[in-house]
């Protein structure tokens, strides 16, 4: 078979070197030791850099963020829920390769209780976030669409 240790014409091909394509290999981003416990950002920091974990933010250039200033407790509120969303999702990723962290576990599930409370919040405010949320004795979504108008 191609892939057999013994097989020639797999040994011809040196699968580590990507020098051509100004590939770094083996680069390792280590999680451990006594640091452990600050090697992420806080949820706004992280939403504005796209990057949860500190060692592996990379700017761009000489480039910087922009601060999101929300005018009105709604964007407040939608604010700290896409925040939170990014976090979430990012700690997802880390632990799809990393499932024994229990640390980080425990993060991304207190992230996740935040956001629902935060959600809650947000439909007594303002009303339903998704299709879903229908909380009141009538059909309203078509009234209060949140992408829409000047709610609250």
């Not at 040196?14 to 390792?28: E, G, Q, T, Y």
């Not at 796209?50 to 200033?69: C, E, Q, R, T, W």
Request: charged share 25%.
């Amino acid at each position: 078979m191609l892939f057999d240790i013994d097989n020639d014409n797999f040994n011809n091909y040196n699968v580590m070197d990507l020098s051509f394509f100004n590939i770094p290999v083996n680069k390792h981003h280590d999680f451990s030791g006594s640091d452990k416990d600050n090697i992420l950002y806080d949820t706004k920091e992280g939403f504005l850099k796209g990057n949860m974990f500190k060692n592996l933010y990379d700017p761009y250039k000489h480039y910087s963020y922009a601060l999101i200033n929300p005018k009105t407790k709604k964007e407040e509120i939608e604010l700290r829920l896409y925040e939170l969303d990014f976090a979430i999702n990012d700690i997802n990723l880390y632990l799809d390769l990393h499932p024994e962290d229990m640390k980080m576990f425990n993060k991304f599930k207190a992230y996740i209780n935040e956001q629902n409370q935060l959600k809650e919040k947000y439909i007594e405010l303002v009303g339903p976030l998704c299709l879903t949320d229908v909380t009141s004795t009538s059909y309203n979504w078509l009234s209060n669409w949140p992408w829409e108008g000047d709610n609250k």
